[in-house]
């Protein structure tokens, strides 16, 4: 029940589903029990009854302990019950999960989202499905409470390889929003007019649209933390090892943030990046 979490699970409310729910850190629950839901003390608990049990959580060891822990959800779930995690982890991770689920009696789509806080609150979340076209039909009532673009993209570990090719360009176009703004603040340009001269040409991003007006604002507030996207970029560039897939971009962009962690900036939205390019240029 964190960022994403609990506009998803208020979303489900809102289209009719029972939602039980369970959060390491017991008060965050609390909205979600303000809109309907019901909140349990363990994952074994909340998948009681369930017909379908969700995880979005921050990596893959976070993942199997809810799911396969000690007082983790398949200890509680009845057989058939289709397991949807909509973290972002890796792909190899995500097929072995999927595995273990089959061989208890388990179903397992993986589910991982794009939108950001924004397409959470809003219901309209990219997701990305990875898993049987059975399963995958079946749970298209639940995708359509929290998303709008639902994309079944192969079996498990499709849809989390296509999550991280999601996260180089998300990555590459805010590195060139971030440049653009320093060149502009060198040229003496007010950095507001560069998203609102370009949102509409050939520029224009989601980063432009909905990040750069945070930048122009000094507004580091996370809709996705600089220390989450790391671990993006993390599994981004151990994939890309995997299979030798050269991506200079990408490893500039995670050495950038990385400076940004080094600054204190971890819990700041991604968009810190401008900070990071700031130092990094002459002072005027």
């Known amino acids: 029940m964190g960022l994403m979490g609990v506009p998803m699970a208020q979303n489900l ?19 979600v029990v303000e809109s309907g839901g019901h909140a349990c003390v363990s994952p074994k608990e909340a998948a009681e009854g369930a017909d379908v049990v969700i995880s979005c959580v921050t990596n893959g060891p976070d993942v199997e302990n809810v799911i396969f ?15 949807v995690d909509m973290s ?12 273990r689920l089959k061989e208890k009696g388990f179903r397992f789509v993986e589910a991982p989202v794009t939108g950001g806080t924004v397409g959470a609150q809003k219901g309209t979340l990219s997701i990305l499905a990875g898993g049987s076209e059975e399963d995958f039909l079946e749970l298209q009532p639940i995708f359509a409470a929290m998303g ?11 849809g989390q390889g296509v999550k991280l090719c999601n996260q180089i360009m998300g990555a590459m176009n805010l590195l060139g929003v971030c440049e653009a703004f320093s060149l502009a603040r060198g040229l003496n340009i ?4 560069i998203e609102k001269a370009l949102n509409a040409g050939a520029a224009s991003s989601w980063a432009l649209l909905n990040l750069a007006p945070k930048i122009a604002a000094g507004d580091w507030a996370p809709g996705f933390m600089v220390d989450t996207q790391q671990k993006d970029m993390k599994l981004v560039l151990e994939a890309a090892e995997q299979v030798q897939a050269v991506l200079p971009g990408s490893a500039l962009v995670s050495q950038l943030w990385r ?7 971890g819990a700041d939205g991604i968009h810190a990046l401008d900070k990071v390019l700031q130092r990094l240029s002459r002072p005027k």
Not at 70 to 78: N, Q
Not at 190 to 193: E, G, R, V
């Open 259 to 265: 400076s940004a962690q080094a600054h204190g900036d």
């Open 69 to 83: 822990g000690e007082a983790g959800a398949i200890h509680g779930a009845k057989s058939n019950t289709i397991f």
């Open 148 to 158: 709008k673009n639902i994309t079944r993209c192969g079996p498990w570990g499709a």
């Open 13 to 31: 409310l809102k289209a009719g589903f029972k939602v039980a729910c369970y959060n390491r850190t017991a008060s965050k629950t609390a909205p």
């Open 190 to 193: 007010d950095p507001t007019l």
């Open 88 to 99: 972002t982890i890796a792909p190899a991770m995500s097929i072995e999960i999927g595995t």
